[in-house]
């Protein structure tokens, strides 16, 4: 087999661990999942109503232009239909900006630590990885201007940032795209947009005719709760959207995230409450911290992440082993940090218990050595 030397190097994207799973494995009848940056609140009752009504038309293939959706979310947006290109999630957004720009011989530019998958599809396309150690959890957006040269195709902005959580805002934004060369695309993936509260936090979509190079993607997959359904869509220049559109699958977003997403995104109400929510639930984990004399980051998303200042899979495991899932930093490159997605008032309850709990076990070891 004549395998790209690439695929035979990396390794596939490791998710979490399911709920079924950890049940069998520590016989427990109860788990509570606060990994994958997943809505604890579900989704809007629109959305069940609006896929219960899609009858039973699987046979037929899916809205190749998914007409309904664009229309709906053009709408919402104030962009033209012709500037929205849609996907099985952001994820593949990435790979088709990925697969459309990158090849051996280009480079492309991003933090480090961020989403994985920027560089994991870089690298399938044979292009050379420039990465920018973040500072203090935020873009050395500096450090990413010096590493941009005549060969970067693409560079990537995750903002808010997962997994610290920070965002780029409203002033260095546009001081690092007003020095961005024309011909780099700039990937702004604000994949927890909704989450954000911030007052500087910028309108990205209103900036798309000032950056003719500029590309924002954002998905249904988090405030909106349909992530087993798979809807993301990229925000552009018209002709941004045209040159991907060849790279896009046929039939690439199925029927029902077609209806669950355009209903998701006519219920603002339902976005506002979960926002509400993950706010107040922030909160608690900040009080916890504070109390603790743990280290933090203020967090624009529906997560945080926490320094414990020791191995970050002994936190993992301990939780683990009592019924909840978190994400150990180790695979996050923060290794002595856990991120933790914030749940509702009784899940975030339940598990700062028991992180008090991991702390006095671990206080009292290195007491007793």
Same mark, same amino acid.
């Given at each position: 087999?004549?395998?790209?030397?690439?695929?035979?190097?990396?390794?596939? $994207?490791?998710?979490? !661990? /399911?709920?079924?799973?950890?049940?069998?494995?520590?016989?427990? =009848? #109860?788990?509570? !999942?606060?990994?994958?940056?997943?809505?604890?609140?579900?989704?809007?009752?629109?959305? @069940?109503?609006?896929?219960?009504?899609?009858?039973?038309?699987?046979?037929? $293939?899916?809205?190749?232009?998914a007409?309904?959706? %664009?229309?709906?979310?053009?709408?919402?947006?104030?962009?033209?239909?012709?500037?929205?290109?849609?996907?099985?999630?952001?994820? *593949?957004?990435? @790979?088709?900006?990925?697969?459309?720009?990158?090849s051996?011989?280009?480079?492309?530019?991003?933090?480090?630590?961020?989403?994985? @998958?920027?560089? #994991?599809?870089?690298?399938? *396309?044979?292009?050379?990885?420039? *990465?920018?150690?973040?500072?203090?959890?935020? #873009?050395?957006?500096?450090?990413?201007?010096?590493?941009?040269?005549?060969?970067?195709?693409?560079?990537?902005?995750?903002?808010?940032?997962?997994?610290?959580?920070?965002?780029?805002?409203?002033?260095?934004?546009?001081?690092?795209?007003?020095?961005?060369?024309?011909?780099?695309?700039?990937?702004?993936?604000?994949?927890? $947009?909704?989450?954000?509260?911030?007052?500087? #936090?910028?309108?990205?979509?209103?900036?798309?005719?000032?950056?003719?190079?500029?590309?924002?993607? %954002?998905?249904?997959?988090?405030? $909106?709760?349909?992530?087993?359904?798979?809807?993301?869509?990229?925000?552009?220049?018209e002709?941004?959207?045209?040159?991907?559109?060849?790279?896009?699958?046929?039939?690439?977003?199925?029927?029902?995230? &077609?209806?669950?997403?355009?209903?998701?995104?006519?219920?603002?109400?339902?976005?506002?409450?979960?926002?509400?929510a993950?706010?107040?639930?922030l909160?608690?984990?900040?009080?916890?911290?504070?109390? *603790?004399?743990?280290?933090?980051?203020?967090?624009?998303?529906?997560?945080?992440?926490?320094?414990?200042?020791?191995? /970050?899979n002994?936190?993992?495991?301990?939780?683990?082993e009592?019924?909840?899932?978190?994400?150990?930093?180790?695979?996050?490159?923060?290794?002595?940090?856990? %991120?933790?997605?914030?749940?509702?008032?009784?899940?975030?309850?339940?598990?700062?218990?028991?992180?008090?709990?991991?702390?006095?076990?671990?206080? &009292?070891?290195?007491? =007793?050595?």
């Open positions: 087999m004549k395998w790209k030397e690439a695929i035979l190097t990396l390794k596939p $994207y490791q998710p979490g !661990k /399911s709920i079924q799973d950890v049940k069998k494995q520590y016989g427990l =009848e #109860h788990i509570t !999942k606060l990994a994958s940056n997943e809505n604890p609140f579900g989704c809007s009752p629109e959305v @069940q109503e609006a896929v219960a009504a899609v009858g039973d038309s699987f046979a037929l $293939y899916p809205d190749g232009y007409a309904k959706l %664009r229309t709906g979310v053009a709408d919402h947006l104030n962009v033209k239909e012709t500037q929205l290109i849609f996907g099985n999630g952001s994820d *593949e957004l990435i @790979q088709i900006i990925s697969r459309s720009l990158l051996p011989g280009t480079n492309t530019v991003m933090a480090t630590p961020t989403f994985p @998958q920027y560089r #994991h599809n870089a690298v399938i *396309e044979g292009a050379e990885v420039r *990465e920018v150690p973040l500072v203090a959890g935020s #873009h050395d957006l500096a450090g990413m201007l010096d590493a941009i040269d005549q060969n970067t195709a693409v560079v990537w902005l995750c903002t808010p940032n997962n997994p610290s959580g920070k965002y780029i805002n409203n002033r260095e934004l546009a001081g690092f795209l007003d020095n961005v060369p024309n011909d780099v695309l700039v990937v702004l993936d604000e994949a927890y $947009y909704e989450y954000v509260e911030a007052a500087d #936090h910028p309108d990205t979509i209103s900036w798309l005719n000032n950056y003719p190079n500029l590309i924002v993607l %954002r998905t249904f997959s988090k405030i $909106y709760g349909l992530a087993s359904l798979r809807v993301g869509y990229g925000a552009a220049g002709d941004i959207i045209q040159k991907l559109e060849p790279a896009r699958e046929p039939f690439n977003v199925n029927t029902l995230g &077609q209806v669950a997403a355009l209903a998701a995104i006519s219920d603002q109400a339902f976005v506002e409450k979960a926002k509400k993950n706010r107040e639930g909160n608690q984990y900040y009080d916890f911290c504070r109390e *603790e004399g743990l280290d933090y980051y203020e967090s624009q998303g529906n997560f945080i992440l926490i320094d414990f200042k020791v191995d /970050s002994l936190v993992f495991q301990f939780l683990l009592r019924g909840y899932i978190v994400r150990s930093g180790s695979q996050l490159g923060f290794p002595t940090s856990v %991120r933790v997605t914030v749940g509702s008032k009784e899940q975030n309850a339940g598990i700062i218990e028991l992180m008090k709990e991991f702390l006095k076990v671990n206080r &009292q070891q290195r007491v =007793e050595l």
